[in-house]
């Protein structure tokens, strides 16, 4: 397979999805035949999607890597390029370069229960992994999915959720900080679905997700239940520039968040994002 | 230096130029005094090195004199080391182009650098070129811009005999006299060079200038002033390996009394030989049809640096100083085995508060470690 480095691939968008009033998914393939072919990510990387004229984003990959299809993303339009991205089509073609960074410990789950809490669109990245683990149910213990979210209108997926619900051994709870009409599920932030979540405390590996207050607070809640900190792994974000190690812009202490991370085994980064500044 | 260290007489020191130019250097930079500095420009004979130029560099303040003599490189060392010549300031990486149709492709911007020989390179120039080495062309990722640019380098290092009082290389162990990384060593006396090779491409080209063997006094000479070098460095850091001192100190008092002193500007990042962030961009021509997607150097100083839409992960001069600090002379060692500082001097001359950073980290390691 090709490295990566330095040029992005034509990628034309397949389908896409409005999610909520900013959040939208796109599906991408790639043009090149012989690209799309040996292309291969794993859940929790992420790809840098370039807009023409505009620059370059690091999106994390939805899809399950095992899926022959095209690839997907779920972008929330915050900024220049991100509100550009929103206005592609159906047809319309962009850059992508990746697939980047160390994703989720799929082996270090196997055979074990898994709790995955994500905030806001922190599901984003957890997602592949929740379907890569769903495809292969049989490999993995109880399956717990935390999802918070800022306002009610902000859930996204919720046909999804429903439906993973009903698998044997997966338990779905869902909270949002304002809660509203159309909104069964918790009013509040995620931990407190941490009280009604079931985590065995053998065996249970810990994926969290989302913004940096909300995953730590819920770590000393998992500590609390007996989870070891070294089941526990975090996706971290930075400002990223280059997405290859060489910008500089994403470290953390001695990390790379670009090629070290996203993902990291929690007590290899506690010290970091425990401070401010880094 | 070495035993088989030659000796080029000052008379016919542009001969060195000649025989650059004769294996296939068309470009050779060397240092000549411009813009109230020294900088590398193309030269072509010896006449145009700073002859009897002495600098004067202090924490905020960099002078140039001209003095007696007929030395050619007894000052220390100039605002820029090697880095703009291997990581270009600003440059195009890539252009896109998008068709009629819509379709979007994509050519690597690499041009073919110019065979380069850059004459009277540091010794902590060379130690900086080696730390860029292994963050652009020996990680995961081999950087092709700054791989073809550096291997159409060949370097003539020259030992310093005139450190300024900002300089500390003795200190990081990373001069004065050329040890490694040159392909061609020289040490300057009144008479004339001692040359000696660092590689095969160096040997080559002594063997073109056939010059007769250096003798011991010339020899003992060298030797006499590059220990003069070091010992009349009078700044130090407090230790070549400071991560531990530092990390326990995270939270120590004195971030926030250079935090105050410290405008944040970045020229410290810019003048240094061994930072290496950048940020990226595009420059869409008029037409509509190409895009230009660039680097340009940045620096942990600026609030774009840890942006992330919602907020900036180092809000305050405090924190992007603590960066700084405690990514050159502590996480570098966990990234690339070294501290980041080779004692070059530069961010302390060229501070326009004079901050120091050997001071600094001296304060801080006084500190008592974080609770
Ligand atoms: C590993 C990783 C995975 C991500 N996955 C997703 C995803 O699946 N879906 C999604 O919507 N967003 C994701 N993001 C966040 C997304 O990259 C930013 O929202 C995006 O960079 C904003 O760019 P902009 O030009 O639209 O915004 P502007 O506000 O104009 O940003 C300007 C620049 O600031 C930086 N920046 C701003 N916000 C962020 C941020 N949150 N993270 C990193 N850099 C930022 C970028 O360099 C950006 O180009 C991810 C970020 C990282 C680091
Ligand atoms: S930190 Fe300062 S003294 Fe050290 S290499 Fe960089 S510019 Fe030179
Ligand atoms: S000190 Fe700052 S500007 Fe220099 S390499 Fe480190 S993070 Fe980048
Ligand atoms: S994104 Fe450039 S170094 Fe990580």
Do not use: K, Y
């Given at each position: 397979m090709r490295e990566p480095t330095d040029l992005p691939w034509e990628a034309r968008i397949t389908s896409r999805v409005q999610e909520t009033r900013d959040i939208f998914s796109v599906k991408l393939e790639l043009v090149d035949p012989g690209i799309r072919e040996t292309y291969r990510s794993y859940p929790g990387q992420y790809n840098m999607l370039y807009l023409f004229g505009v620059g370059e984003v690091p999106i994390s990959i939805v899809s399950d890597p095992d899926d022959a299809g095209p690839l997907e993303h779920t972008i929330r339009a915050v900024g220049r390029v991100t509100h550009g991205l929103e206005r592609l089509r159906v047809g319309d073609t962009l850059g992508l370069r990746g697939p980047y960074g160390r994703g989720w410990p799929l082996q270090a789950a196997q055979g074990r229960n898994v709790v995955v809490i994500s905030g806001g669109l922190g599901c984003a990245p957890v997602v592949s992994m929740i379907r890569y683990m769903l495809r292969r149910r049989d490999d993995y213990g109880q399956i717990t999915i935390l999802q918070g979210v800022k306002h009610s209108n902000d859930l996204i997926w919720r046909r999804q959720y429903q439906e993973w619900e009903k698998i044997r051994d997966v338990q779905v709870l869902l909270a949002s900080d304002q809660g509203g009409p159309q909104w069964p599920f918790s009013v509040?932030?995620?931990?407190?679905?941490m009280e009604k979540a079931i985590i065995p405390p053998e065996d249970t590996v810990a994926v969290l997700c989302g913004p940096e207050p909300m995953m730590k607070a819920a770590i000393p809640r998992l500590l609390e239940r007996d989870v070891d900190p070294f089941h526990i792994w975090l996706s971290i974000e930075r400002n990223m520039q280059c997405g290859i190690g060489h910008c500089g812009h994403c470290q953390v202490g001695p990390h790379f968040i670009c090629q070290d991370g996203p993902v990291f085994r929690y007590p290899d980064i506690a010290d970091w994002i425990d401070r401010e500044g880094f | 230096m070495d035993e088989h260290s030659v000796f080029l007489p000052r008379a016919e020191a542009t001969r060195l130029l000649q025989a650059l130019k004769g294996a296939g250097f068309d470009r050779i930079l060397g240092p000549v005094a411009r813009e109230g500095t020294l900088l590398f420009q193309p030269v072509k004979r010896w006449e145009e090195l700073p002859m009897g130029i002495r600098d004067v560099q202090q924490p905020g303040s960099y002078r140039l004199q001209q003095q007696e003599g007929s030395r050619c490189f007894a000052w220390a060392n100039g605002a820029q080391a090697l880095k703009p010549l291997t990581f270009t300031p600003r440059e195009i990486i890539w252009r896109a182009q998008r068709s009629v149709e819509g379709h979007l492709s994509f050519e690597s911007a690499q041009e073919s650098p110019e065979p380069t020989a850059v004459v009277g390179v540091r010794a902590c120039d060379l130690a900086a070129l080696d730390l860029q080495e292994r963050h652009f062309m020996h990680g995961r990722f081999p950087d092709p811009w700054f791989r073809k640019r550096r291997e159409a380098l060949f370097l003539v290092g020259v030992s310093c005999s005139h450190p300024a009082d900002t300089c500390f290389c003795a200190s990081t162990g990373?001069?004065?006299?050329?040890?490694?990384?040159?392909d061609l060593g020289m040490a300057e006396l009144d008479e004339g060079y001692l040359l000696w090779a660092g590689t095969q491409a160096g040997r080559t080209l002594l063997e073109r200038l056939d010059l007769d063997e250096a003798t011991a006094s010339q020899r003992r000479a060298v030797e006499k002033e590059t220990h003069q070098a070091t010992v009349t460095q009078s700044r130090t850091l407090p230790g070549r390996h400071l991560k531990q001192g530092l990390y326990e100190r995270l939270q120590a008092g004195h971030w926030a009394d250079v935090g105050e002193r410290c405008l944040s500007c970045g020229n410290c990042t810019a003048v240094c030989p061994t930072c290496f962030c950048h940020m990226e961009m595009d420059e869409p021509a008029l037409n509509g049809g190409t895009s230009e997607h660039l680097r340009q150097w940045s620096s942990c100083f600026n609030a774009e640096h840890s942006f992330m839409g919602h907020f900036v992960v180092r809000s305050d001069t405090r924190l992007r100083y603590r960066q700084w600090l405690t990514h050159k002379l502590g996480s570098w060692h966990e990234q690339y085995g070294r501290s980041g500082c080779v004692g070059c001097g530069r961010c302390i001359t060229w501070c326009p508060v004079g901050i120091d950073i050997t001071a600094e980290a001296h304060a801080l390691l006084q500190e008592a470690p974080d609770a």
């Open positions: 509040g932030n995620v931990t407190v679905l | 990373d001069g004065p006299a050329i040890t490694r990384g040159h």
